[in-house]
């Protein structure tokens, strides 16, 4: 199973039932594989395919799902990056990757003389929305995105196995250089699988993604894990914190993943209780150790379950959650997901006693292929 072949077959199976919502745009399922299918099959005209690496450097978008979601189909992979970084941090990681393929938002047109010098490998640019296309960038060709969209190309089949690499996701680089992250499809889909299991997400839930994109957390726990219960998603295109409550009250959203300092600037709004969130089974956790003020701020105010996870990176997403079903303790992450062990040991891999601290290790399905051209690394 791979990315590309989960939306096919939810898109058969859920048809006209709403997958995405965004700025007043609603599509189904079979509207979003179509597009995806396009995507693919116009990438593929323009010269990429299986093993070939597409920059993503977007925000939250439709566009950025189209592609995500379709680069399976021509076993293409996608290498999200944070569009805010620095421009060495950018031209690092595309250089690194060996993308040949850059897809970018329009508030970056006017560099694209730079972006051609700084990334020599890049041959083919995509520019989002309005911004000039056919812009002489040296040997780099500029088209808009919309071409995709508009590619009358007859989608190809699906090329991409399970154990073939889906994305290259690049570490914070907080102990040296960023590390490159060879996620699987069957990574994607094992962890997303074990999240449903753990949050019995169904067709009915509506998920708010509130996140970027290009982390693993929004692909992962707000896109995938949703598309596999058959719920559908409302995507925050511009990121505002001050909107989340708002969106949940008009959206009637049943599920938010987000972060603590999320969740405090929440609970401080004004008439934050007032509003109507009902709808809300849960709120989710990560990426960050939660505060004790704020999980209790989030009880006061908000009044709804609270859960935290655990992941990384090199684990695709998550790696522990807890269930809401169950007593929650504020500082804690919850169990192993299913099919996952983790293990605290000391410095010779030994399981020290409960209550020490350890080297936390983590072991299963959703454990990244390695770190990619870094193999004493992933030794």
């Known amino acids: 199973m791979t990315i ?26 079979r509207a979003v594989q179509q597009r995806a299918a396009s995507v ?6 323009h010269g990429v395919g299986a093993g070939d690496k597409i920059i993503l450097l977007m925000g939250n978008c439709l566009e950025f799902l189209y592609v995500f979601l379709g680069a399976g189909r021509i076993g293409a992979v996608v290498v999200p990056v944070n569009p805010l970084l ?6 690092f990681i595309a250089n690194d990757s060996d993308a040949e393929t850059l897809i970018m938002i329009p508030e970056f047109a006017a560099l694209l003389p730079q972006v051609a010098a700084a990334l020599p490998k890049v041959k083919r640019v995509f520019v989002l929305g309005d911004a000039p296309a056919g812009a002489p960038a040296g040997s780099v060709a500029v088209l808009p995105f919309a071409c995709l969209l508009e590619c009358a190309e007859t989608p190809p089949a699906i090329a991409a196995g399970s154990d073939d690499d889906a994305a290259l996701i690049y570490t914070s680089g907080t102990t040296g250089l960023p590390k490159g992250v060879i996620l699987t499809h069957r990574n994607y889909l094992a962890n997303a699988r074990m999240i449903l299991r753990t949050t019995t997400m169904s067709g009915a839930d509506r998920f708010l993604l509130v996140l970027p994109l290009f982390h693993v957390n929004a692909q992962v726990v707000s896109i995938l894990a949703p598309m596999i219960a058959g719920a559908d998603v409302y995507v925050m295109k511009k990121f505002n914190p001050f909107a989340i409550l708002p969106l949940i009250e008009k959206f009637r959203a049943t599920i938010l993943s987000a972060v603590p300092t999320i969740y405090n600037v929440m ?11 009902d709808s809300i089974r849960f709120f989710v956790s990560g990426a960050a150790p939660m505060p004790e003020e704020t999980y209790r701020d989030v009880q006061r105010v908000l009044r709804k379950p609270l859960i935290m996870g655990y992941g990384l990176s090199e684990a695709t997403c998550a790696s522990a959650a807890a269930d809401y079903r169950d007593p929650i303790k504020w500082n ?3 169990s192993p997901l299913r099919y996952t062990c983790i ?8 399981d020290v006693a409960v209550g020490d601290t350890g ?16 193999p004493e690394a992933t030794k």
Do not use: F, W
């Not at 939810?10 to 745009?25: F, N, V, W």
């Not at 080297?359 to 870094?374: D, L, Q, R």
């Open 343 to 350: 293990r605290i040991v000391d410095e010779n891999g030994v």
């Open 40 to 45: 693919a099959a116009g990438l593929a005209d």
């Open 359 to 374: 080297e936390i290790v983590v072991s299963g399905p959703a454990v990244m292929k390695g770190y990619y051209k870094n």
């Open 332 to 334: 804690s992450v919850g």
């Open 267 to 277: 609970c401080r709004m004004p008439k934050a209780a007032e509003y109507d969130i």
């Open 86 to 91: 620095k421009p060495d941090e950018i031209a």
């Open 4 to 29: 590309t072949q989960l939306l096919e077959d939810q898109a058969a199976k859920y048809e006209d039932k709403t997958l995405l919502i965004s700025d007043g745009e609603e599509l189904s399922y």
